[in-house]
């Protein structure tokens, strides 16, 4: 419409700038989260306007909230044991003994 005022103008009013303070620090929240977890998140401004009598007032609630995306859960590896138990060697694998040898002596003359 032609005559509609700018919506940020009520943004600004609304409890005083604080709906618009509000939607500023979650939409910066939100932006850290998505570039950390390279996933989408929404933001979600949601108005609620109902008569305040019949005094021809109007009571206006916002409502903002944000979806961030999750981040993965932490995994480990583990491995079955022959009894069925989770152990973080593999059974199958066999071992090797490892020893201490000293250091390494060259010879005069030996490339």
């Known amino acids: 419409m032609a005559n509609s005022r700018p919506f940020m103008d009520f943004l600004r ?9 509000d939607l500023s620090d979650a939409l910066q929240d939100l932006v850290a989260a998505v570039t950390a977890e ?5 933001l979600t401004l949601k108005i609620a306007i109902k008569p305040a ?16 995306p999750k981040s993965a859960p932490g995994v480990s590896i583990f491995f079955a044991s022959p009894e069925n138990n ?4 593999d ?13 390494c002596t060259v010879h005069k003359g030996v490339a």
């Open 13 to 21: 009013e609304h409890r005083n700038g604080s709906t618009h303070d």
């Open 38 to 42: 390279n996933k989408m998140g929404t």
């Open 86 to 89: 989770l152990i973080r060697t």
């Open 53 to 68: 009598g019949n005094s021809g007032a109007l009571e206006v609630a916002a409502d903002v909230k944000t979806t961030p």
């Open 91 to 103: 059974p199958r694998q066999t071992t090797m003994e490892l020893r201490e040898i000293g250091p």
